[in-house]
């Protein structure tokens, strides 16, 4: 008994699953509940209450029967398997039960007896919900009544609605922390989170694996057993070391694709790595450990990898944010600079539509950006591809076309380094169109072509938003009338006068006519000119006309 206390105490947490036969006392239960939902700061107490409590409702829970002490938790997820992972006191074996859609069961086995288990569960049906249990040869190591499950990948391509949750800087084990964690919580409810990436600092300040399991096991226990997380590597998650061994926490307790095993091209390594999801292609990068120069390794295989991608989407994210003023300055700190000047002209030439990153503590984010590589005194208004807001309801969503990766179209560049702590910045960096300074984190949702992206405050506010399309605004033959003409809806206010523009490239806009609405809203004709392109329309206000509410812009 003493020796398990003493593993208690080291850990700070409590033996939360035990075989044979832990309790399903509502004592114990609720107990470990309590712990899940407060600050890492309070761990330790709870760990020995928890304690006390097992002691006293069944002595023998403290034999040689093996605790569960992290997990389970799901990792390198592709559309017919994944990679299910947890961590128990002592060597032991262990297996994964998974319940067909049929009701049949299958079982897969771990290799070895050990601690930190990892079983590969393969030839599953793609987009198909599994439930699961976590077992030795003989007995459960999971708790009558705790049910797990989750929902494979989508085939590559397909483009059914996508949840995906981003964290940054996150890992303070602060009430903030946990504050942000809930707000999620109660704005998803029911609806499915199908990806949680982080762009780096999971656990403060060093790493160290202690601290992974206070600030993030602890934390996100249970959305880690369902949603698979894909992270990237910050400074604190180093331990600030620029060449860290392989023995790392980091690299020790996630399972991240090195050879292509969820899509993308093989990397080799697990310092960066890409993997697809339906129709979006991911690329998580190292801006702490890796070579950034453009002959670097990392930069080589980037370059190859968007290359050999098709998807409608392609969301790149890694910790050291490419533009900011906020304790961190892009301008002067050598990784973000390095970024910004030698990364980002590669992901742009290859189409990418959306960059996060963290490290600065704030909310930060752009409009459609392009050629923006110096520092922040070069930057011009002209390299915004689209300016304004972004949002329908306000100036209007920004615009791309879909269907395959084309070069410099823009990108837009979200810092989200605030579901932790929360710093002072300087002031605006001139190419972000918004700065927030609140605790959050945010939400991407993609159906199809279209792209919302919320940052989420710790109350459950939405900040911020902006929306993201591609052809669904393309008008083209196929959408034109039997005249040949483009028919569109514009609404707006009795008597505003707005200038209406075509582009068939986003960037050079050429003005088309301008119309004043009679009542809130009027159907639009333009001539096609090129009938074999792409053509976009928006509609911008004309100045001095009285002012009114913003436009959502112009909708096909």
Sequence with gaps: MQKCLSDIYKTKMPPQKAIPGQPTDSIVTRCRSA?????????????????????????KVFTTDALLLRGPYLQGMSPHGLVIRWRTDQPCDGQVTVTMPDGQERIFWGEIPTTEHMVHVTGLAPDTRYEYALETRSNPLVQEGDSHFFRTAPVLGSTQPVRIWVLGDSGTGTPGQ???????????????THLILHVGDIAYNFGTDLEFQLRFFNVYEERLTETV????????????????PATLPYFQMFSLPTQAESGGLASGTENYYSFDYGNIHFISLDSMASDRSPKGPMAQWLTRDLAATSQDWIIAYFHHAPYSRGPHDSDWEVPMAEMRRYVVPILEAGGVDLVLSGHTHGYERSALLDSHYERSSTFKPSMNIMSGDGQIGGDGSYQKRARGPIPHRGSIYVVAGSAGTVRLSKKPYPAMHTLILTLGSLVLDVVGT????????????????????????????????????AAFR????????????SSNDLKQWQFEREITLQTGSAWIQMLLQDKSSMQFFR????????????????IP
């Design 490 to 501: 514009l609404k707006g206010e009795p008597g505003r006068r707005y200038r209406i523009e």
């Design 35 to 59: 712990f899940r939902r407060l600050p890492g700061t309070f761990g330790g107490c709870w760990a020995w209450l928890a304690a006390v409590l097992l002691i006293l409702s069944q002595g």
């Design 229 to 244: 997380f894909w992270p990237c590597i910050g400074n604190h998650d180093t331990g600030f070391s620029t060449s860290p």
């Design 178 to 192: 946990f504050a942000v964690r809930d707000a999620f919580d109660r704005f998803t409810a029911e609806q499915y």
């Design 539 to 554: 509609a911008r206000k004309v100045p001095g006309t009285p002012p009114v509410p913003k436009l959502p812009g112009a």
């Design 450 to 485: 279209r792209l919302d992206a919320r940052f989420l405050d710790l109350t459950g506010n939405i900040a911020d938003q902006f929306t993201l399309l591609k052809a669904d605004l393309a008008l083209s033959g196929p959408h034109s009338t039997p005249s040949g003409e």
